[in-house]
């Protein structure tokens, strides 16, 4: 069974600061790594994607991606409470299913 | 023009009705899905389809039955609806390969009563 863990939080951030949200997946099959935003009552939108071992940014956002611990991270820079919204962790198998598998998510509140 | 569109986004029915919920994108992807978001918030995947080819299956109970009439459309049709099908139901597609990015739809928003 492939799981992909999240905190589910809240995870509370004063504005400015750096909002770290983490994920684990368990299945070392996997290929790509996905982070997607949910505002309350509206659908996942995607936020960054990455592959590679190591950091990508992208703005404000960094993901970190470290396969040997099964562990991908975001870095939410300068928080603004505009991104106060459920942080969606999702991992990729490829292949011909091409399956995404979601985390239950990280709920952040950024406190102006 | 809104990429991945579903409707109707509110759907509010009784226990033992049938309804379908249908979806459509105009992004050229050859791959859709149906996704199940309880309210938990946890978002599992139910069906999807490659080129109308049915390729993931979930345990899902044989009253939902997913229909591709051609690689842009991916209806959900549900049978006898039961409370526990509440729910929230996302359409989504994705051109597949190793990024296999997934744009979802609004969601449509089943409650049955």
């Known amino acids: 069974q492939k799981e992909v863990e999240q905190n589910s939080g809240p995870l509370s951030v004063p504005e400015g600061a750096i909002a770290s949200l983490n994920c684990t997946y368990s299945d070392r099959g996997s290929q790509s790594f996905f982070w997607y935003r949910q505002y309350s009552g509206k659908s996942p939108e995607l936020i960054m994607f990455i592959y590679s071992n190591g950091d990508k940014e992208d703005g404000r956002f960094t993901a970190q991606l470290n396969k040997a611990s099964q562990y991908v991270s975001l870095l939410i820079r300068d928080s603004q409470p505009s991104d106060s919204a459920t942080y969606l962790c999702a991992v990729g198998y490829g292949g011909a299913t091409n399956k995404l598998i979601f985390g239950t998510g990280t709920l952040l509140a950024v406190q102006p | 023009d809104t990429a991945v569109s579903q409707t109707p986004k509110y759907l509010v029915t009784q226990m033992g009705n049938d309804k379908s919920i249908k979806c459509e994108q105009n992004l050229g992807h050859d791959t859709m899905y149906w996704y199940k978001q309880d309210s938990k918030k946890f978002l599992k995947i139910m069906f999807s389809y490659n080129n109308k080819e049915l390729i993931i299956n979930e345990t899902v109970p044989n009253r939902f039955s997913p229909k591709s009439p051609d690689k842009a459309h991916l209806n959900l049709h549900i049978n006898s609806l039961e409370l526990g099908d509440s729910a929230v139901y996302f359409c989504?597609?994705?051109?597949?390969?190793?990024?296999?990015?997934?744009?979802f739809g609004e969601g449509s928003w089943l409650t049955v009563v």
């Open positions: 989504a597609s994705s051109q597949g390969g190793t990024e296999n990015t997934i744009y």
